[in-house]
């Protein structure tokens, strides 16, 4: 998850220890790290602002209507609909109720609890292939991304200057790009790190390296 205050009170993390939860955390400013649910969201938010226009209050009306459209939607990277991969079968439209699609026309319960019970028990080999082209299509992605990112090897003891994500209403476009210095205290991972201060005050928070560049002192 990110590290958003919702996530990182302690309140939750006593909630999390309570009943034995380990949380993990994604680094400050790279929503990358939690994948699909990332991508969900983005999802929504869009259906959301689409719908609401300037009427911004009523969010909490529309979001049924959101999550369903996006629950039953195509998704490219696994073929299926998040509906089918729960329920094991394909969603009903509405529009479908109203034009009378074949599978309507066609409808008869006795058949049709066979049916169900008959993709219930193909449900886990859908997930699977399901999985297999989500797999694919990440690789895919992966490799686009690899050739167009440059290696980025920050050293431990390195000082390094860290991208400004803070907007200054009085600088507007002005803003500094850059802050820091910051000194690398501990590498955690091919692409993470941990920071700390100038006067030697650890940072808490981890940081990807795509938002740091090294900084060489006079």
Known sequence: MDQGTQFTSEDLQAYCTQYGILLRYASVAYPQ????????????????????????????????HVL????TTYKTSTGETPYALTFGTDVVLPIEMELSSYRIQAFHPDENQIELTHDLHL????????????AASKERIARYYNAKVRNRPIREGEW????????IPSQGKFTPQWEGPYKVRK?????????SLRDGQDMSRTWNTMHLRRYFTP
Request: glycine share 8%; hydrophobic share 40%.
């Open 160 to 167: 390094v200057l860290r991208r400004n994500f803070k907007h």
């Open 187 to 195: 590498v955690v991972g091919p692409n993470t790190v941990k920071l």
């Open 33 to 64: 790290a939690n994948g699909q649910a990332e991508a969900a969201n983005k999802s929504i938010l869009w259906g959301l602002k689409t719908r609401l226009g300037q009427a911004k209050g009523r969010w909490v009306e529309e979001l049924p």
């Open 68 to 71: 369903w459209a996006h629950r």
């Open 123 to 134: 449900i886990e080999e859908r997930r699977e292939e399901a999985l297999l082209r989500l």
